[in-house]
């Protein structure tokens, strides 16, 4: 297990080096490109890896359906109608300056709305975690619309803007932005530990969890808040992008069995990984434009999906 780590690790660091470096050696140049405009971007990269990696992992196992995250029970698109919403206020006023901090309040409302409407319809009936997935597809859909509504009622360049965002992409670089949702996502990270022992039950079976004195219902409600944070920071950094949270958990289960405590870190370094790889894809492949970063993690995410519902 070490050595698939320390290899994990090996393979993070390389693709660090060439996402900075993007295979240049002209040292002025990288001297001014990396502190400016690539290292703010990679730590975004990095830190939405954690934080999708960690919802994936978090919803899977609550749900125990290992086609589940953040974008298929609604919290994704719930929070994405919040920021996309904040977003079209903030271009139809010209909101500038301090108001960019209002973005992280819009997003948590909306997921937190998305999360009150599953909580409304399926988890205060105590119904099952197939029901609870269906309720999740039927308000993605909900707030699916209401984004297309919004999306159509701009102009056309805020509507390129809107599209790129949802699409999946890093979007802010600003550094007081990036120090605010890395506070954020630093106190989900100081909380989660205190999460890994009813995780662990909850992985073995609820009405084992239960046998062992597990208050199951309240653990999930709490858990199911733990992942909405994340995918709030998620969101907060790379937008609407998606199968982040799918596959960093099935790679951790691959690699570090089916020990809850051993894949967790397999999760989070597989789902940086996958993003600093997109990434790089999306600023080569038909440099020096760049696509969209969810784009070429759809291309990644899509046959994976289709082969992970092949296995169940």
Do not use: C
Not at 207 to 227: C, D, F, M, P, T
Not at 249 to 255: D, Q, S, T, V, Y
């Amino acid at each position: 297990m070490k050595k698939k780590l320390i290899l994990l690790l090996f393979i993070l660091a390389l693709l660090i080096a060439v996402d900075l470096t993007q295979f240049s050696t002209n040292t002025q140049i990288l001297a001014l490109l990396i502190p400016l405009f690539r290292l703010p971007r990679l730590i975004i990269l990095l830190a939405a890896g954690i934080a999708l990696s960690l919802a994936g992992l978090i919803i899977q196992t609550i749900t125990d359906n290992p086609l589940a995250d953040s974008s298929t029970i609604g919290i994704t698109s719930g929070a994405s109608a919040g920021t996309v919403i904040f977003f079209l206020i903030a271009s139809h006023f010209s909101l500038s300056g301090l108001w960019n901090f209002s973005y992280p309040i819009f997003a948590i409302v909306g997921a937190i709305l998305a999360f009150a409407m599953i909580y409304v319809f399926a988890l205060r009936k105590n119904v099952s975690n197939v029901r609870v997935l269906l309720t999740g597809i039927a308000v993605t859909s909900f707030f699916q619309s209401i984004i297309t509504i919004a999306q159509l009622s701009v102009n056309q360049f805020d509507f390129q803007q809107v599209a790129v965002w949802l699409s999946g992409d890093v979007w802010q670089t600003d550094s007081n932005y990036i120090t605010l949702v890395l506070i954020l996502l630093l106190l989900g990270l100081m909380v989660f530990p205190f999460f890994i022992k009813q995780l662990e039950l909850l992985s073995l079976g609820e009405e084992l969890a239960l046998s062992l004195g597990l208050n199951v219902k309240r653990v999930k409600i709490q858990l199911y808040l733990l992942a909405l944070y994340y995918a709030v920071i998620g969101v907060l950094l790379i937008g609407g992008l998606a199968f982040v949270g799918l596959i960093a958990p099935h790679i951790a289960r691959e690699l570090g069995g089916f020990k809850l405590k051993k894949r967790i870190p397999f999760a989070v370094l597989s789902g940086m990984i996958i993003l600093v790889f997109a990434n790089i894809v999306s600023q080569l492949i038909i440099a020096p434009s760049s696509l969209p970063l969810g784009f070429v993690v759809a291309f990644i995410g899509a046959p994976y999906y289709i082969y992970l519902i092949q296995k169940i």
